[in-house]
Nanobody
Framework: QVQLVESGGGLVQAGGSLRLSCVAS????????MGWFRQDPGKEREFAAA???????TRYADSVKGRFTISRDNAKSIYLQMNNLKPEDTAIYYC????????????????WGQGTQVTVSS
């Protein structure tokens, strides 16, 4: 089993910044990548960003490229620095973990967190 706990969501004005964190614990040794997805009520969950532990490779959705930065530390935690936030970034943000970068980016993660709400006001 793997547990993922997100934090850092909140309310911010358009143009502002937030930093999300996700801590993984449990049987993470066979899983090389983690990422962030988001979902607005009434819409499908969409990919935002992912990162590989071994090589540090990253992937971003076009909608967040240049504004969001995903990073990791040595303790199985990842972060999502979100700058120049827009009202359309409003969503619940979920952390995910999986076998590799492509698997996570494709939405085929093994485990998901409970999510953290991000609200951007105009």
């Amino acid at each position: 089993q793997v547990q993922l706990v997100e934090s850092g969501g909140g309310l911010v004005q358009a143009g502002g910044s937030l930093r999300l964190s996700c801590v993984a614990s449990g049987r993470t040794f066979s899983r090389d990548a983690m990422g962030w997805f988001r979902q607005d009520p009434g819409k499908e969950r969409e990919f935002a960003a992912a990162i590989s532990w071994r090589g540090g490779g990253t992937r971003y959705a076009d909608s967040v490229k240049g504004r969001f930065t995903i990073s990791r530390d040595n303790a199985k935690s990842i972060y999502l620095q979100m700058n120049n936030l827009k009202p359309e970034d409003t969503a619940i943000y979920y952390c995910a973990i999986g076998r590799d970068l492509l698997t996570v980016a494709a939405g085929r993660s093994d485990y998901w967190g409970q999510g953290t709400q991000v609200t951007v006001s105009s």
